[in-house]
């Protein structure tokens, strides 16, 4: 489904086994499930479950859902066993969701069993992939894979990641940061291949009251702010 402006609404729906291939050298790739750009979006009560978006080389976006501007929300929804694939130099962004824009929140959804693949470089988001944006009060369990996405959670700009919990990755860290100034609030972050929050060279995350143990590479990694928060090892702070 491809929605551009004006308003979408979905509830109580089904998206299973779509898959947008693009066999060019030169294209990319977007929603496997739904591609909604400039719109005011409201999702709510659907399941996403085996979508998927590939190119040769190019990069893909959102294996089951992929947002670009506008406004709105995705709520209730379960999003298992999608991925954005790319066979060669290109990179996968948002196994399951890739979102652009300030003005949208993801919400009290579950996510299993996603991931991306391509370059090593910048595959990114096994889960989710947000440049600005909210995940809130949402579970994320079991995604990932042996290609690592860097983060189950990748988070950019301004984008805030809230009351969550990010367990059980393959081989990847429970949230990275890869630009801007994102909020990592009240999570838990905890049995995880990698960090339980990471960043990339100029991400300056801000951290509070979050849990993070049990990971396969420590608790927090990060050059940023970190506050009343519970990790393994040591990091300056309150």
């Not at 009251?209 to 990694?221: E, Y």
Request: include cysteine; glycine fraction near 16%; hydrophobic fraction near 40%.
């Amino acid at each position: 489904l491809y929605h551009s402006g004006g308003r979408l609404r979905i509830d109580n729906c089904a998206f299973l086994t779509n898959t947008l291939p693009k066999s060019s050298w030169s294209t990319y790739s977007r929603g496997g499930g739904i591609a909604v750009v400039n719109a005011d979006t409201q999702i709510r009560n659907t399941l996403f479950r085996e979508c998927h978006v590939y190119a040769r080389h190019y990069d893909t976006f959102g294996g089951a859902l992929y947002v670009l501007g506008g406004s709105g929300r995705v709520e209730a929804c379960v999003f298992t066993n999608n991925s954005a694939q790319v066979e060669d130099n290109g990179s996968g962004w948002g196994g399951a969701v890739h979102v652009s824009g300030s003005m949208f929140l993801v919400s009290n959804s579950f996510f299993a069993a996603n991931f991306v693949s391509g370059a090593v470089a910048s595959r990114r988001g096994a889960a989710i992939y947000m440049n600005g944006g909210s995940l809130w009060r949402s579970i994320l369990d079991g995604n990932g894979n042996a290609a690592n996405a860097f983060g189950v959670v990748c988070a950019a700009g301004s984008a805030g990641v809230s009351n969550c919990l990010v367990v059980r990755s393959v081989a990847e860290s429970g949230v990275a940061t890869v630009s801007g100034s994102p909020r990592i609030e009240n999570c838990t972050l905890a049995d995880l291949a990698g960090w339980g929050i990471t960043n990339s060279a100029g991400a300056t995350p801000t951290i509070r009251n979050c849990i993070a143990w049990g990971n396969g590479m420590g608790g927090i990694g990060v050059n940023g702010t970190v506050t009343y928060s519970c990790f393994q090892g040591a990091l300056g702070g309150e």
